[in-house]
């Protein structure tokens, strides 16, 4: 076969000229017009469907997967910090562990490699993320190694048990639990940044619907001035229909950025304050312990629970503390509860800090070790427990409150794509049928 034959020069430029004449005609111009609206129309229609079926995919995977991952790099460190602790207080029992701390090491260590694999199916792209990834999946098992061998020699009596003991402490305080943290940071970044997505302004999609809206009136100012004719039905119609869908568009979109927003404030921002105090109260407690297992040798220790210590005193004495942060926060009933009940545990825990501490430093050890993992309501064991449930009751809330208020903003775009759609489609169609009314007086 041939090339395919194109129109001479001539062919070209006498079509050209066919079309500037038309063009200066009446019915010429009505033709440019009704399809330079039907294309708007159509465009505006395409893009404002695209936008709003893109906010609505961000605000469904807030629920469905960010959030959930946020939590789950939560979990990593709750249940590792938790872990170190319990391993420390199992070990002050001495000999044979007590199966309640043994079952809750375990259970802790399991939770945290069901919240790695978890953490671990969305880090592709983000280096950053899957480093921490790596030295957690790496480092977990020295670690649980390593506190096997310091439980198996303090089972038989052996001194160098303490020593693996404070060396796997040291390798989740300077490996895993940073890790973890800094793999909480980057997922809370992510739900931030989807959360600035979802409360973005279509700035696109508006300018195209007032463009077009001010289109429609324009034609029918210019039809009303060259016919008399006060009304086109068509035109009407599809100016209503454009009307409709930027009003509800924009009253749909302002809901659920609101709701998003209540989201934020209400939810994801209160569970980040109580996550953080959470975290310094579990540093406080593996502290608290370990310097019962050092025998004298753990200054350091006690040195960073005197520094960690009033963030989360509830006492307002530094400008750090997160505990007064969560409660002047707190905007739910449940959630305010549970900080004030916090706060309470929190002192007492500390009131029995200061007497184990005194116990310890006067030559009482075994005293000192009762107060810090005895049974006893006054014991440090049992405040840290109390403030620990109040904590994760206050964060379950917090998430609850998160879901319910962007499940509130997605529902708020419910049928808002399809409306969109059908409302530009009928623009195009009352445009077209509108203008041709109007053509057919000239023939």
């Known amino acids: 076969m041939g090339a395919p034959v194109s129109a001479p020069p001539t062919q070209r430029g006498d079509a050209v000229r066919r079309m500037a ?127 096997e061998t310091a439980r198996t020699n303090n089972r038989f009596g052996l001194p160098i048990g303490a020593a693996y003991l404070r060396e796997a402490s040291t390798l ?7 890790a973890a943290q800094e793999l909480y940071r980057i997922d809370v970044g992510r739900l931030t940044d989807e959360q600035d997505d979802a409360t973005s302004f279509p700035w696109l999609t508006v300018a195209l619907t007032v463009v077009l809206l001010g289109a429609l009136i324009a034609t029918q100012v210019h039809l009303t001035r060259k016919t008399n004719r006060l009304v086109n039905v068509g035109l009407l119609v599809a100016t209503i229909a454009v009307g409709i869908g930027l009003i509800w568009g924009v009253a749909a979109g302002w809901v659920s950025a609101a709701a998003v927003g209540s989201a934020r404030d ?82 007492a825990w500390q009131e029995a800090h200061r007497q184990l501490r005194e116990l310890d430093d006067g030559g009482q050890y075994e005293r000192a070790v009762d107060m810090a993992i005895g049974d006893k309501d006054d014991s440090a064991a049992k405040a840290f427990n109390r403030l620990d449930e109040n904590l994760s009751g206050a964060i379950q809330k917090g998430r609850e409150k998160f879901v319910e208020a962007t ?35 000239y023939r």
């Open 266 to 347: 209400d939810g994801s921002q209160q569970v980040d304050v109580l996550v953080q105090a959470r975290i310094v109260a579990l540093k406080c407690r593996a502290d608290e312990t370990l310097t019962l297992v050092a025998r004298g040798d753990g200054a350091m220790y006690e040195k960073e629970w005197q520094e960690l210590a009033p963030t989360i005193s509830g006492k307002g004495g530094s400008d750090k503390d997160l505990l007064v942060k969560a409660r002047e926060a707190a905007t739910d009933s449940t959630i305010s509860q549970q900080v004030r009940g916090a706060i309470d545990n929190a002192q």
């Open 21 to 147: 004449r038309s063009a200066r005609t009446t019915p010429g111009r009505l033709g440019i017009i009704a399809s330079a609206l039907v294309v708007l129309s159509v465009l505006t229609g395409f893009v404002a469907a695209l936008a709003l079926q893109t906010k609505q995919n961000t605000i469904s995977n807030l629920t469905e997967h960010r959030e959930p991952l946020a939590a789950a790099a939560q979990q990593i460190y709750r249940s590792l910090s938790d872990a170190d602790a319990t391993a420390s207080s199992a070990f002050l029992s001495g000999g044979l562990e007590p199966a309640v701390l043994r079952e809750r090491y375990e259970v802790d260590m399991a939770q945290a490699g069901a919240a790695l694999a978890k953490a671990a199916s969305d880090i592709g792209g983000i280096p950053e993320a899957e480093k921490q990834v790596d030295t957690l999946g790496q480092q977990l098992p020295v670690y649980a190694s390593l506190v």
């Open 172 to 178: 989740m305080r300077t490996k895993l639990l940073p």
């Open 407 to 441: 499940s509130s903003a997605e529902n708020a775009l419910t049928g808002l794509v399809p409306g969109v759609a059908v409302l530009a489609l009928i623009g195009a169609g009352g445009a077209l049928v509108g203008i041709r009314q109007r053509l057919r007086e």
